[in-house]
Every structure is written in structure tokens, then in C-alpha cells.
């Protein structure tokens, strides 16, 4: 055997080699894995009532959303003087509709600044408004940029006791100061167009 193994050096070398490597390997995976088991355990939390729990979007918030992303660039804001000249039209607009003795008599017109609003937006405004008796509220007006250089984008929210918010989403021109209603979100209005 000991002829063998001088004759086959490099071959007994290069095994001994090979199992102690394996060797060293194996046991330096298994201090490590030692280690990551020692660790995930400690970052566990101790107490259930610790851990936070998320809370489901509401219906309310769900309509928000959805509404908010209808806009071309929904985390922009338009400059003070945009957003003043769309609540304006919209004060306008509002105490007109306001003003109707009936819902028929609602159309838009460039004295209401909604002309640009197809008949059906319009009328489910007015509905909201007269019908169902929904509030705008001038406060929570948003206002952001859009691909145009003379249209800003608007988000409007009507609200009303015991019932989800109703958003209202359009663009306004400020060369000619006109709304454009492009879509409705949420609330309990009866309109059907949107």
C-alpha cells in the first residue's frame, strides 16, 4: 500500500484536499444556518397585539382613488391662480344649477361655464345637486396639470349626511374659462352617465 500511495502522491493529495474543503464547507453552513434560525427567531415579535394591523379602504376612500387617478397627472398641483380661477367658474356654475327650478331647465351654457359638458354630465350634476341633495365643496377643490398648456384638470367632491362622497372629474379651459365633466365617482346620485 505504501508503494501504492507513492506512486499515486498527487492523486491522495488532491482527494485529502477535496474532504477537507467539503468538510469546511458543510461546517460552515451549518453554523450559519445556526445563526439565521437564532436571528429570525428574535425578530419575531413577542406580542400578537404588537404587530400593526392595516385597515381596509373604505368605500369612500376606494372612490377617491379611483377618482384621483381619472387625472392625466394626479400628484400635480396647478398654481394658486388656476385653482382660484376653477373655483370661481365652479361658484358660477353651482349657484346656477342652484337657481333651476327644475332639472330640465339645467344646460350648459358659457354663462354657467359648462359648455363644454355633455348634456348627460351636466344633468347628473344637477341631479346630485337638486334631486339628491349632495353639497359641493369648494375647499376640497383639487387642481393639477394636464398634457395642455390652457387646460388644468379639476376633482371635485359633493358630500351629503349617511351617504359615500360623490367626485366629480374634468378639465377646465382657462383661455375661455369653460368645465369640461368628464366622469363621476361613487355616491348614491341615480345619475347614469359616466
Known amino acids: 500500500m505504501k508503494e501504492w500511495m507513492k506512486e499515486n502522491m498527487i492523486y491522495v493529495i488532491v482527494v485529502s484536499l477535496l474532504l477537507f474543503f467539503s468538510g469546511v464547507a458543510i461546517y460552515k453552513n451549518y453554523t450559519n444556518n445556526k445563526v439565521d434560525t437564532t436571528q429570525t427567531k428574535q425578530t419575531k415579535p413577542s406580542d400578537p397585539d404588537s404587530s400593526q394591523t392595516v385597515e381596509p379602504e373604505s368605500i369612500d376612500e376606494r372612490n377617491y382613488r379611483t377618482a384621483k387617478l381619472k387625472l392625466e397627472h394626479p400628484y400635480t398641483e396647478g398654481s394658486e391662480e388656476q385653482k382660484q380661477e376653477v373655483a370661481k367658474s365652479f361658484d358660477e356654475a353651482i349657484n346656477s344649477i342652484k337657481e333651476a327650478k327644475h332639472l330640465t331647465e339645467v344646460k350648459g ?40 398648456d390652457d387646460v388644468v384638470q379639476f376633482l371635485i367632491v359633493l ?26 365617482i361613487g355616491g348614491n346620485i341615480g345619475g347614469t352617465f359616466g
Open 109 to 148: 351654457t358659457i354663462e354657467n361655464h359648462l359648455s363644454m359638458s355633455q348634456d348627460g354630465m351636466v344633468q347628473t350634476l344637477a341631479m346630485a345637486i337638486l334631486v339628491n341633495q349632495y353639497s359641493y365643496q369648494a375647499s376640497k377643490l383639487e387642481v393639477t396639470s394636464s398634457e395642455n
Open 159 to 184: 358630500t351629503k349626511e349617511g351617504e359615500d362622497n360623490c367626485y366629480f372629474v374634468g378639465n377646465f379651459n382657462t383661455t375661455v374659462h369653460q368645465i369640461q365633466l368628464i366622469s363621476y
